[in-house]
Protein backbone atom coordinates (compact mmCIF):
# COMPACT_ATOMS: atom_id res chain seq x y z
CA UNK A 1 0.00 0.00 0.00
CA UNK A 2 1.15 3.41 -0.81
CA UNK A 3 1.95 5.42 1.92
CA UNK A 4 2.29 8.70 0.39
CA UNK A 5 -1.82 8.45 0.58
CA UNK A 6 -3.45 9.52 3.58
CA UNK A 7 -5.17 6.45 5.83
CA UNK A 8 -8.72 5.87 5.26
CA UNK A 9 -11.74 6.82 7.43
CA UNK A 10 -13.57 4.26 9.57
CA UNK A 11 -16.95 4.63 8.70
CA UNK A 12 -17.95 2.74 12.16
CA UNK A 13 -16.14 5.02 14.27
CA UNK A 14 -18.96 6.83 16.56
CA UNK A 15 -18.47 9.18 19.44
CA UNK A 16 -17.95 7.16 22.69
CA UNK A 17 -15.71 4.93 21.25
CA UNK A 18 -11.93 3.46 22.36
CA UNK A 19 -10.48 6.11 19.90
CA UNK A 20 -9.61 8.91 21.93
CA UNK A 21 -10.70 12.45 21.25
CA UNK A 22 -8.98 15.15 19.62
CA UNK A 23 -7.39 18.00 22.05
CA UNK A 24 -9.43 21.20 22.56
CA UNK A 25 -7.54 23.60 20.76
CA UNK A 26 -6.88 27.26 22.64
CA UNK A 27 -9.33 30.13 21.54
CA UNK A 28 -7.14 32.19 19.07
CA UNK A 29 -6.68 35.88 21.34
CA UNK A 30 -8.81 38.46 20.29
CA UNK A 31 -7.25 41.08 17.61
CA UNK A 32 -6.90 44.08 19.74
CA UNK A 33 -7.66 47.91 17.30
CA UNK A 34 -4.31 49.26 15.75
CA UNK A 35 -2.85 52.54 17.57
CA UNK A 36 -1.98 55.24 15.48
CA UNK A 37 1.72 56.28 15.76
CA UNK A 38 1.97 59.54 17.52
CA UNK A 39 3.07 61.35 15.18
CA UNK A 40 0.27 60.36 12.14
CA UNK A 41 -1.88 61.17 15.54
CA UNK A 42 -0.40 64.25 15.72
CA UNK A 43 -0.67 65.51 11.84
CA UNK A 44 -4.53 63.98 11.82
CA UNK A 45 -5.48 66.53 14.77
CA UNK A 46 -4.05 69.57 13.05
CA UNK A 47 -5.67 68.76 9.58
CA UNK A 48 -8.69 68.42 11.72
CA UNK A 49 -8.11 71.76 13.34
CA UNK A 50 -9.81 74.69 11.74
CA UNK A 51 -7.30 77.19 10.18
CA UNK A 52 -7.63 80.53 11.85
CA UNK A 53 -8.16 83.61 9.07
CA UNK A 54 -4.74 85.56 9.42
CA UNK A 55 -6.32 88.52 7.34
CA UNK A 56 -7.24 91.99 9.77
CA UNK A 57 -3.64 90.58 11.38
CA UNK A 58 -1.79 90.44 8.53
CA UNK A 59 -3.38 93.92 7.11
CA UNK A 60 -2.28 95.74 10.32
CA UNK A 61 1.28 94.44 10.57
CA UNK A 62 2.22 95.18 7.04
CA UNK A 63 -0.87 97.71 5.69
CA UNK A 64 1.44 99.11 2.72
CA UNK A 65 1.47 96.08 0.93
CA UNK A 66 -1.68 94.60 1.44
CA UNK A 67 -4.39 97.24 2.02
CA UNK A 68 -6.13 99.89 -0.36
CA UNK A 69 -5.57 99.23 -4.08
CA UNK A 70 -4.35 95.55 -4.46
CA UNK A 71 -0.63 95.26 -5.27
CA UNK A 72 1.36 92.50 -7.07
CA UNK A 73 2.87 90.62 -4.24
CA UNK A 74 6.52 89.32 -4.02
CA UNK A 75 7.68 86.26 -5.13
CA UNK A 76 8.10 83.56 -2.41
CA UNK A 77 6.12 86.30 0.43
CA UNK A 78 5.41 84.41 2.61
CA UNK A 79 9.23 83.40 4.00
CA UNK A 80 9.67 87.13 4.18
CA UNK A 81 6.24 86.76 6.35
CA UNK A 82 7.62 84.68 8.37
CA UNK A 83 11.32 86.09 8.69
CA UNK A 84 8.84 89.12 9.95
CA UNK A 85 6.90 88.00 12.54
CA UNK A 86 8.55 84.49 13.26
CA UNK A 87 5.71 81.95 14.74
CA UNK A 88 3.41 84.55 14.82
CA UNK A 89 1.48 82.62 12.00
CA UNK A 90 1.73 79.11 10.28
CA UNK A 91 1.81 77.91 7.11
CA UNK A 92 -1.79 76.93 6.41
CA UNK A 93 -2.62 80.65 7.54
CA UNK A 94 -0.66 81.94 5.58
CA UNK A 95 -1.41 79.72 2.59
CA UNK A 96 -5.24 80.08 2.83
CA UNK A 97 -4.41 84.23 3.14
CA UNK A 98 -2.36 84.20 -0.68
CA UNK A 99 -4.52 82.14 -1.79
CA UNK A 100 -7.79 84.10 -1.28
CA UNK A 101 -5.71 87.43 -1.83
CA UNK A 102 -3.86 86.55 -4.98
CA UNK A 103 -6.99 84.53 -6.66
CA UNK A 104 -9.41 88.30 -7.00
CA UNK A 105 -10.19 89.70 -9.66
CA UNK A 106 -8.99 92.94 -8.35
CA UNK A 107 -5.89 91.62 -7.89
CA UNK A 108 -5.29 90.22 -11.55
CA UNK A 109 -6.05 93.59 -12.65
CA UNK A 110 -3.73 94.71 -11.18
CA UNK A 111 -1.30 92.04 -11.89
CA UNK A 112 -2.02 93.33 -15.80
CA UNK A 113 -1.60 97.07 -15.41
CA UNK A 114 1.75 96.59 -13.11
CA UNK A 115 4.90 96.78 -14.19
CA UNK A 116 6.71 95.56 -11.04
CA UNK A 117 5.97 93.27 -7.99
CA UNK A 118 5.75 94.73 -4.14
CA UNK A 119 7.73 93.70 -1.49
CA UNK A 120 5.52 93.62 2.52
CA UNK A 121 6.89 97.78 2.86
CA UNK A 122 4.76 98.43 -0.78
CA UNK A 123 8.89 99.22 -2.49
CA UNK A 124 9.51 97.33 -5.98
CA UNK A 125 10.52 94.14 -5.69
CA UNK A 126 11.16 92.56 -9.07
CA UNK A 127 9.20 92.59 -12.60
CA UNK A 128 6.10 90.34 -13.41
CA UNK A 129 7.39 87.77 -16.19
CA UNK A 130 5.45 87.46 -19.38
CA UNK A 131 4.46 84.20 -18.03
CA UNK A 132 2.33 85.65 -15.12
CA UNK A 133 1.25 88.33 -17.10
CA UNK A 134 -0.38 86.27 -19.75
CA UNK A 135 -2.02 83.81 -17.30
CA UNK A 136 -3.74 86.65 -15.09
CA UNK A 137 -5.11 87.69 -19.07
CA UNK A 138 -6.51 84.05 -19.72
CA UNK A 139 -7.89 83.66 -16.04
CA UNK A 140 -9.52 87.54 -16.87
CA UNK A 141 -11.04 86.82 -19.82
CA UNK A 142 -11.90 83.20 -18.75
CA UNK A 143 -13.86 85.07 -15.97
CA UNK A 144 -15.49 87.63 -17.94
CA UNK A 145 -16.56 84.57 -20.58
CA UNK A 146 -18.85 83.53 -17.40
CA UNK A 147 -19.72 86.16 -16.38
CA UNK A 148 -21.62 86.67 -19.43
CA UNK A 149 -22.86 83.79 -19.78
CA UNK A 150 -24.51 83.47 -16.51
CA UNK A 151 -26.08 86.90 -17.43
CA UNK A 152 -27.23 85.77 -20.56
CA UNK A 153 -28.91 82.70 -18.60
CA UNK A 154 -30.18 85.47 -16.30
CA UNK A 155 -31.79 87.49 -18.51
CA UNK A 156 -33.13 84.26 -20.43
CA UNK A 157 -34.74 83.53 -17.39
CA UNK A 158 -36.21 86.45 -16.30
CA UNK A 159 -37.75 86.26 -19.56
CA UNK A 160 -39.52 83.25 -19.52
CA UNK A 161 -41.20 84.01 -16.36
CA UNK A 162 -42.13 87.02 -17.61
CA UNK A 163 -43.54 85.55 -20.43
CA UNK A 164 -45.12 82.61 -18.22
CA UNK A 165 -46.58 85.54 -16.24
CA UNK A 166 -48.28 86.91 -19.07
CA UNK A 167 -49.54 83.39 -20.34
CA UNK A 168 -51.29 82.82 -16.50
CA UNK A 169 -52.49 86.04 -16.70
CA UNK A 170 -54.41 85.31 -20.18
CA UNK A 171 -55.82 81.92 -19.33
CA UNK A 172 -57.24 83.49 -15.73
CA UNK A 173 -58.69 86.48 -17.90
CA UNK A 174 -59.92 83.99 -20.77
CA UNK A 175 -61.60 81.47 -18.11
CA UNK A 176 -63.39 83.87 -16.32
CA UNK A 177 -65.24 85.04 -19.31
CA UNK A 178 -65.48 82.23 -21.15
CA UNK A 179 -69.02 80.13 -21.89
CA UNK A 180 -67.11 76.97 -22.79
CA UNK A 181 -67.55 74.06 -20.88
CA UNK A 182 -63.92 73.54 -19.22
CA UNK A 183 -62.91 70.31 -21.05
CA UNK A 184 -63.50 72.57 -24.07
CA UNK A 185 -61.48 75.53 -22.63
CA UNK A 186 -58.58 73.05 -22.16
CA UNK A 187 -59.01 71.60 -25.89
CA UNK A 188 -58.65 75.48 -26.85
CA UNK A 189 -56.21 77.03 -24.84
CA UNK A 190 -54.50 73.34 -25.15
CA UNK A 191 -53.91 72.62 -21.28
CA UNK A 192 -54.17 69.65 -19.94
CA UNK A 193 -57.20 69.34 -17.44
CA UNK A 194 -55.01 68.43 -14.44
CA UNK A 195 -52.91 71.40 -14.82
CA UNK A 196 -55.76 74.09 -15.07
CA UNK A 197 -56.43 74.16 -11.56
CA UNK A 198 -53.34 74.88 -10.35
CA UNK A 199 -51.96 77.54 -13.05
CA UNK A 200 -55.59 79.65 -12.44
CA UNK A 201 -54.63 79.71 -8.82
CA UNK A 202 -51.23 80.88 -9.75
CA UNK A 203 -52.93 83.09 -11.76
CA UNK A 204 -55.13 84.61 -8.90
CA UNK A 205 -52.19 84.81 -6.50
CA UNK A 206 -50.28 86.92 -8.92
CA UNK A 207 -52.79 89.14 -9.89
CA UNK A 208 -53.33 89.95 -5.93
CA UNK A 209 -50.02 90.41 -5.13
CA UNK A 210 -49.31 92.32 -8.22
CA UNK A 211 -49.21 96.55 -7.81
CA UNK A 212 -51.91 98.76 -8.57
CA UNK A 213 -52.08 100.01 -12.32
CA UNK A 214 -51.02 103.74 -12.82
CA UNK A 215 -53.82 106.08 -13.31
CA UNK A 216 -54.41 106.82 -17.28
CA UNK A 217 -53.13 110.03 -17.56
CA UNK A 218 -50.09 108.97 -15.63
CA UNK A 219 -49.63 105.97 -18.04
CA UNK A 220 -50.15 108.35 -21.41
CA UNK A 221 -46.52 108.18 -23.37
CA UNK A 222 -44.79 111.67 -24.18
CA UNK A 223 -45.90 115.40 -22.99
CA UNK A 224 -49.01 116.44 -22.22
CA UNK A 225 -50.81 117.71 -25.63
CA UNK A 226 -51.43 121.90 -25.18
CA UNK A 227 -55.15 121.73 -24.14
CA UNK A 228 -54.14 120.01 -20.95
CA UNK A 229 -51.36 122.32 -20.08
CA UNK A 230 -53.25 125.26 -18.77
CA UNK A 231 -56.69 125.36 -17.10
CA UNK A 232 -59.71 126.02 -19.53
CA UNK A 233 -58.24 123.94 -22.38
CA UNK A 234 -57.13 126.92 -24.38
CA UNK A 235 -53.16 129.07 -24.82
CA UNK A 236 -53.90 131.47 -21.75
CA UNK A 237 -53.68 131.02 -18.20
CA UNK A 238 -57.08 133.11 -18.13
CA UNK A 239 -58.60 129.99 -19.76
CA UNK A 240 -59.59 132.16 -22.92
CA UNK A 241 -58.61 131.20 -26.14
CA UNK A 242 -56.35 133.59 -27.87
CA UNK A 243 -57.42 136.36 -25.35
CA UNK A 244 -60.93 136.08 -26.55
CA UNK A 245 -63.73 136.58 -24.28
CA UNK A 246 -65.78 134.17 -25.78
CA UNK A 247 -63.34 131.82 -26.55
CA UNK A 248 -63.48 131.84 -30.63
CA UNK A 249 -59.75 131.79 -31.74
CA UNK A 250 -58.63 135.77 -32.34
CA UNK A 251 -58.66 136.23 -36.74
CA UNK A 252 -61.57 134.93 -37.70
CA UNK A 253 -65.47 136.70 -37.79
CA UNK A 254 -68.27 133.94 -37.05
CA UNK A 255 -68.81 133.69 -40.51
CA UNK A 256 -65.72 132.14 -41.00
CA UNK A 257 -63.41 134.78 -43.06
CA UNK A 258 -60.73 136.65 -41.53
CA UNK A 259 -61.34 140.07 -40.80
CA UNK A 260 -60.63 143.00 -43.31
CA UNK A 261 -57.30 144.31 -41.80
CA UNK A 262 -57.41 147.69 -40.62
CA UNK A 263 -55.14 151.02 -41.08
CA UNK A 264 -52.66 150.78 -43.86
CA UNK A 265 -49.17 150.95 -44.71
CA UNK A 266 -46.87 153.88 -44.29
CA UNK A 267 -46.05 154.03 -47.50
CA UNK A 268 -49.73 153.48 -49.29
CA UNK A 269 -51.86 156.72 -49.85
CA UNK A 270 -55.39 157.13 -48.95
CA UNK A 271 -57.59 156.08 -51.53
CA UNK A 272 -59.39 159.67 -51.41
CA UNK A 273 -56.38 161.25 -51.75
CA UNK A 274 -55.52 159.39 -54.34
CA UNK A 275 -58.82 160.11 -56.67
CA UNK A 276 -58.55 163.97 -55.46
CA UNK A 277 -56.10 165.70 -57.75
CA UNK A 278 -53.59 167.51 -56.05
CA UNK A 279 -52.64 171.15 -57.01
CA UNK A 280 -49.61 171.91 -58.76
CA UNK A 281 -46.65 173.09 -56.28
CA UNK A 282 -46.04 176.91 -55.95
CA UNK A 283 -42.88 177.45 -57.07
CA UNK A 284 -40.83 179.88 -54.75
CA UNK A 285 -40.73 183.70 -55.40
CA UNK A 286 -37.70 184.95 -56.60
CA UNK A 287 -36.09 187.68 -54.41
CA UNK A 288 -36.85 191.75 -56.02
CA UNK A 289 -33.87 193.23 -57.33
CA UNK A 290 -33.36 196.30 -55.50
CA UNK A 291 -33.93 199.51 -57.60
CA UNK A 292 -31.33 201.39 -59.44
CA UNK A 293 -30.48 204.44 -59.14
CA UNK A 294 -32.43 207.10 -61.23
CA UNK A 295 -30.48 209.35 -63.36
CA UNK A 296 -31.11 213.04 -62.47
CA UNK A 297 -32.88 215.19 -64.74
Known amino acids: MNSDLPDPVNPTAVPGADVPAPEAQPAAPAVEPAVAAPA?????????TPVVDATAELKALFPALFTGKPKPVKL???ADIQERAPGRFTKAQLSAFLRRHTGGTGYLIALTQAKTRFDLDGQPAGEITEEHLKAAQEELARRRGLKQEREQVEQERHQLEAQQRRNRAQLLWDF????LTEANFCVLKGVVPEELPGLLEIARKERAEAPPAPPREARRDGPPRRDDRRPGGGGRRDGRRDGRPDGRPEGRREGGRPPQRQGRKPDQPRR?????PQAPKAEPAQEAAPPKDQAPE
Open 272 to 276: DQAAR
Open 76 to 78: RIQ
Open 176 to 179: ERTT
Open 40 to 48: EAAVAAVAA
